[in-house]
Structure formats: C-alpha cells, structure tokens
C-alpha cells in the first residue's frame, strides 16, 4: 500500500474531523476527485458526486474549488507535483548526467504511475487539456520541466542540438508508452518494461550519437561506455545509495597529479624493496592492527558510501583487508629465490624482485576490501603502489592511505588518486608503472589490457563472472538453499564470483524451490545502518535500473517469478535504489537473465537431469570465474569440479573467499589471481644469476 492510498483509506474510515485543518480537506477533496475520476470518469465526475463520496456538502466543495474546473485543476496539479518530487528524489540519487536522465525517465514511468487508479484520471485529465485553461497550464509547465531537465543533462554528453532533438524524442516516448499502456489497461506494459524500452533506445541513441562524434573528431570517453562521452568531469559527487544523501565532493586527478604521484612513488619505492622483508611485514602487520582496531568506524563510512548491510561490512570488508595485510605481511620475510646446483663450476641462483611502481583499479562492490586485496601483496614484495577506486566508492581507500601511513609506511608507497575512467586509463598508459591489477568489467579489463600493451605493463584482471552452482539430487537442500541464497544475495548481490545460474537435479527441484522461497521472503531489506537488515541498497540509480530491466527481461522471456521481482519504495525505501532478492524458476540458458551478469540480487534456477548434461550447461558460457557443487557424493564432487571451466571453486559452499587460497577466473573472468602465494608471483620478476666457480673457458 502506498501513502496514498493510506491518507485516502484513513480520510474515509474516520470521516473528516470537525478539527482537521483546512488544507487536510482540501487534500482529502482532492484524492476523492481521483477516485472519482478513476472510477467514473470525466463526465460522471461532478460536484455533487464528489459531495456525496466525500460525506460533505456540494457547497463545502465549492467553497473550497469555485467549480468542477477548479477542483479537477487542483487535483491535476497534484498528480503533477507527485511526479515533479518523485523526479527530484532520483534526480537527487543520481551522480551522472546519464544517471540523470534516467531518473526522469523513472520518475515519469515508475511504477507509482502504472496503477489503475493513477493512469485513468491522467487519462481524464489529458482529454481535457485542450478545452481547459487551467489545466492545460499544469500539462505545459509539467512538460517543460522534464524536457528541461532532460537537456540539460544530454548536454553534458551530446552537442546541444542533438540533445534538444533526443530530449523530445525521450519525451514523446515517454508520453507514448504510457499512453498505450493506459489505453491498454496495462496490459501491454508495466512499468518496468516500459522503462526497460527507454532505456534501451537511449542507450542505442546515445551509442550512435557519441560514435559520430568521435567520428567527427570529438573524443569519446575511455571506454567507449554510452553516457561516458567526454566532457568536463572535474570532480566526484559521493552519495549513499541508499538516501540519495550526498556525502563528499571530490576532485577529479588528472594528468599532473597522476605524473606527481608516480614520480613520489618512483622515489620512496627504492629504499622500500631495499629493507628486509621482515621490516616491511611489520608495517603490514601494524596497519592490520590499526584496520582492526577501526572496524567499526571503516564498516559505517563502506556501508555509508556502498548501501551494503552493516552486519556485512563489520564482519567482512574490513575484517577481510586486515587478514590480508597480516597474511603478505607473514609472507613479505620469507620471499626467496631459488638455488640451482649446477655442477662443480657454477651455480645459479633467482631473486625474486619488486616490479617497481605498481598500479591498481577497484570495483564498486568491496572498495576497501580491494584495495588491501591489492596494495597487501604489492607493498610486501617491495613496490609502490599508486590505487584509484570506483568513482562511486572512493571513500575508504583514502582511509586505508592514512592508515598506511600511521603504521609507519613511507611517504610515497601507498597512494590514492581519484577520478574515473579517465583517470584510471591515465595510470594504464603512464609508462612509469609496470603493472596493473584491475577489479572490473569485461570490457574494462579489455580496454586496460589494450592500453597496458603499448608500455608491456603486466595484467591483472579479475572480471565479470556468471558462475553456476550446482545442487544435485544427493544434496544436503539445506545446505545447498544456504549456498544459493549466500551466493546470490550477499552484498544485494554485487558479488562478481556470484553462483547466479543454479542448477537443480529434477529429483529435488520443487523441494528446493520451495525451501528457497520460504527463506528468500523472510530475508530483511532495509535500512543499511540497522544491524538486523540483511539487503541494503544497491550501489546507484543507474545500477539499480539495469537490474530492474534485466528483471523485466526474465518476465518478458517467460521465467517464473517466484519471489521478488521489483524496487521497493516502502517508507524510507523510497529514498533509495533498493530492489526486492528476486528468484526466478523455469530458466532456459539461453535467456538473457541466465547469460548476462547482472551484479544484483536476481537467482535463476534451471533444471537439470545428468551429470554429464549439467557440466556441459554450466561451461556453455564465455564466462569462467567460479563455480559450486552441492553432493554428498565426495567422489562425484572432484570429478565434477575438475570438468568445470572456472578458476575458483567450492564443493559444498559457496562464495567463502579465504586469504590463503588463490582467487581469480578463467575465460573472460580474467587473468592472474589475487590472494593466496601465487599473488606474489604476479607482483614480482625474477632475476636469475649464473655465478662461475672457475674460469672462463672461451674459443678465442
Ligand atoms: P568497471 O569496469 O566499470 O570499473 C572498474 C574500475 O575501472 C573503476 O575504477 C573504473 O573507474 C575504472 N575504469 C573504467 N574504465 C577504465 C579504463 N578504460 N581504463 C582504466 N580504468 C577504467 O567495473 P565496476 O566498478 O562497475 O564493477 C563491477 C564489475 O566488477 C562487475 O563486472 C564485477 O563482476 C567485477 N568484479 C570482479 C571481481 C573479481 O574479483 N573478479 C570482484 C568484484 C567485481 P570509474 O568507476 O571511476 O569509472
């Protein structure tokens, strides 16, 4: 129930009390000309009818509205001011133009709109624009916000003229949409379908458009991304996702200060690579403790900035960072080379050596936990490291650097620069850095592998997944239902190495169905800073939409909806980009929600029969970061978990990511891994030395 129909539900059940002030009737005269409207129509609704369903006097709403055409203005205004505040409230949530863009779109096509009772008396109203002066003035100045708000924000991506032609094209589109799903009465679209179309077509314009540009000698964004086209992006808006409350404003680094910093790194990382390994584990060690110490502290300002639940980031983002530290800083005094005997006139022997100035991305998703995932390694095998995060998440890194720096790290060694893309593709270039390890999209990872190529920096990739997770017949669905809701729905989902494909074994599919959804619906959606919710919000307007559409595309392609399914706007929820933990059963691979990453809380279950059926549909995918097997058979576990094309995996579990084990991805997942000793391998070079124990024997 929305708050209107509470006001309207309680204005009847209690009548209108002698007491309540004039603007509460007013109100109340108002959602009754609604309902009236709705129900009766144009025609039918006259002053008299409003009288009687409201249990007043004709003369009261006179008095109050001068006649039928003022009181059907003030009820118009209304419905216009709702959708007015509903688009500030999500203008107010979004942190780029195009994110501002679609906030218009889904101010004007949520779902408030696409009830019954909302659409028909808007259908009223726009029959009687043309004839009626006071409201064809509500429709004009209502029009001319949105296409304002539209331009204004497609400039800051397209030249003006092109802006001004697609923001009336948005705005037709709008209007049209709505208008046949009215007139359909909403059989033909729901609201997330209708925004799913918008969306698709400013996409596909904004593709076209930023493409001639570049062909017409404009520069498109790093990345190519539609919405990302070049403009003057001098800074960083930070905002909670899940208030729209703006956190910090910070400035965006550039090319001076990228040069700047690699030079301070370049400088400081020499004489860091020449103390012993212990030395620096003890700074490593130091800086754990000071993460500990300010767990609390660091959780608030990550779920501040991410959305996610605090009962997660108290237990796993930072506590995950400082076992890290303290896991490279055990590791950082046993480095070694290896000796090779080679017979009684030599021997040779490697070092294992620092590559220098190391750089590295972050994700979103783990902003702190990434970047100890990172600089843990880099800073024990004796480099420097130069960090940039997400541009949405950028708040703990900095934090992380002051904590370096108390624990005793040098000035230099462990840096932060802020910006986007951009910034990040500043290091990928900079040919004063010799590695990149990015946490990222595919298409990320492809253009930083691209740009890393023209200076040979070596790669670390950790990407996108779509991993599946296996629950056969012999499971324990207990266990197993644990493992799926873990492995989809931790973090609201945003979890690259998330088990989103589940197969079931058919002997076992409604039982588990069953058991999922019973727990799937008792799950707490809700404030992030309340200990006891267990989703919070996800990480942005922009994010949240492709969630929904990719919700709406299951629909559309005939999954079963069996929980979930849509954004939640209850109360507070409203305020932010929270969507319900969505399951899906009778998926088919080839749907799009069982082929794309979505990185929101959206579980598809498939069926299957065979053993040798399911291995060949969980790899059937470019995919390969991770994969779970759910059975009670040990041997068919390692038997199935060897034929899997995934670089992380669990048998009976999911998503647990211990330090000690190394943790990457296959395919298109990424290259190299992160955690665990091999780390140390992608953050060092060797240097093998032949060492003569006789003279040198030479033909000349
Ligand atoms: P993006 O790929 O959009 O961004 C990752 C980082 O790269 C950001 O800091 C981004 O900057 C930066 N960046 C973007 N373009 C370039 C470029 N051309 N050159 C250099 N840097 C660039 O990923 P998201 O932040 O959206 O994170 C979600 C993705 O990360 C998902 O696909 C998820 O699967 C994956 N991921 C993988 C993990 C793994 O370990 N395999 C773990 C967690 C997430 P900015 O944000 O400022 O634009």
Known sequence: MNTRSITRDSAHRNGTPRDEGEDARRAQLIEVTIDSLAEVGFVGTTLAEIAGRAGVSPGLVAHYFGDKDGLLEAAFRKLAREVATNARERLALARTPRARVQAVIDANLGPENFDKRTGTSWLAFWGQVLHLEGLRRVQTAYQKRMLSNLRSDLRRMIPGEAARSLAAMIAAMIDGVWLRAALSEWQEADSESARALLTAFVEGRLRELTRSQAVDGAELAPGGAPGRAAHARDSIRVINPATGEELAELAVDGPAQVDAAVARARAAQKSWASMTGAERGRVLQRAARLLRERNDELAELETHNTGKPIQETRAVDVVSGAECLEYYGGLAAGLAGEYLDLGPKAFGYTRREPLGVVAGIGAWNYPLQIACWKSAPALACGNAMIFKPAELTPLTAVKLSEIYREAGLPEGLFQVVQGYGETGRLLTRHPGIRKISLTGEVSTGKAV???????????????GGKSPLIVFGDANLDDAVSGALLGNFYSAGEVCSNGTRVFVQRSVRGEFIER???????????DPLDPATQVGALISAEHMQKVLGLIARGRAQGARLIVGGSRLTVGALGRGCFVAPTVFDACHDDMDIVRQEIFGPVMSVLEFESEAEVIVRANATEFGLAAGVFTN??????????????????IN???????????????????????????LEHYTQLKSVYVAMAGVEAPY
């Open 633 to 650: 058979d040990l041997t068919r576990a390692h038997r199935v978990i060897a034929q899997l094309e995934a670089g992380t995996c669990w």
């Open 516 to 526: 999922l959804r019973a727990r799937t619906v008792a799950m707490r959606v809700g």
């Open 653 to 679: 579990h999911y998503n647990i990511t211990p330090i000690e084990l190394p943790f990457g991805g296959v395919k298109l997942s990424g290259l190299g891994r992160e955690n665990g000793r091999a780390a």
């Open 449 to 463: 592998m691209a740009d890393a190529a023209s200076t040979l920096k070596q790669v670390t990739l950790e990407l």
